[in-house]
């Protein structure tokens, strides 16, 4: 072989051995993108909110006009995906399969490691409007809650909880006394901290007088959404507000009239759960179905 072709020869094996070490790089990049944003996305929504000791200055954290509410403003931590990756989860979005008959298409925070009972809850429950006085206050009981535990740990003792605050009866709850809020704190399977279980005898005396004002906590809540749920189209996780202006103004009321535990964040994780807000993803099955429960006329039960 002449001398002009052998250096050709060593230049094109030098090019293709240095695009194969590209691709196996570039390849190797994308993989841990992928990881990283299906780390980060995992269990985002319904919210679940965690104690952290990072600031949180960014989000403007003044949960509560409620002192005591304040005093865990640094329990509240959004999940967000690094500006880096959002290339990347765009791609996803657009990219997922289509159903199979056994497979529906559920919000990115359900995946195949989801407790059955948190699955359940985004199935049946989560985003479907709720008109009933007690289960909107047992909802509101739950939310509040979330500064302790996630969902799946809270519906695992739904039962449970039901049962020590009266099915959540307004009127029983704000009778109890010293020796129920001592017996419900001191309840190994419940794991309520003192805190928690006085605010919800609190609130039960609130939600009381407002039924004397108003009528019903239903109509005092649903007169807050002029009677129509809130109906987002979100494709994306990170795109779900942690809080909103509407959820603002309620936690501020509610302040007013003397609730506890209250703060945006809470009370927007409450109107996701209540159906007051759809925030189920666009391409969620669920979406179009409490849509279309969302657009039914209000019915107060």
């Known amino acids: 072989m002449s001398k002009p072709n052998v250096r050709r020869s060593y230049e094109i094996e030098k090019y293709s051995s240095s695009r194969s070490s590209s691709s196996s790089s570039s390849k190797s990049s994308k993989n841990y993108n992928l990881f990283y944003l299906s780390k980060h996305l995992k269990k985002v929504y319904p919210i679940e909110l965690h104690n952290t000791n990072y600031s949180l200055s960014s989000l403007s954290l003044s949960l509560s006009q409620n002192s005591d509410d304040q005093k865990f403003s640094s329990a509240f931590q959004r999940r967000q995906v690094p500006a880096a990756i959002k290339n990347v989860s765009r791609s ?57 535990y996630n969902w799946t740990e809270i519906l695992k003792r739904r039962e449970l909880i039901r049962e020590a605050f009266a099915g959540f009866n307004a009127k029983q709850v704000a009778k109890m006394g010293e020796k129920e809020i001592k017996e419900i704190v001191s309840s190994a399977s419940l794991m309520l901290a003192e805190n928690r279980v006085r605010s919800i005898v609190d609130n039960a005396k609130c939600i009381v007088k407002i039924g004397k004002e108003i009528g019903s906590f239903s109509c005092y809540m649903w007169n807050h959404m002029n009677y129509k749920p809130i109906i987002n189209r ?33 009370v927007n994780s409450f109107m996701q759960a209540a159906g007051m807000t759809i925030d189920h993803l666009l391409y969620c099955y669920r979406h179009k179905e409490c849509v279309n429960l969302a657009e039914r006329p209000w019915r107060h039960v």
Request: hydrophobic letters at 40%; charged letters at 25%.
């Open 234 to 266: 979100f494709r994306n996780a990170r795109n779900v507000p942690l809080r909103t202006p509407k959820a603002e103004a309620i936690s501020k009321d509610l302040v007013k009239r003397g609730f506890r535990l209250v703060g945006p964040v809470i």
């Open 92 to 148: 996803l979005n657009y990219a997922r399969p289509c159903p199979s008959e056994k497979e529906l298409m559920r919000c990115s925070w359900i995946t195949s490691t989801s407790d059955k009972v948190y699955v359940q809850f985004h199935d049946e429950c989560w985003g479907v409007p709720v008109y009933d006085d007690h289960r909107l206050f047992e909802l509101l009981s739950l939310a509040g809650l979330l500064m302790d």
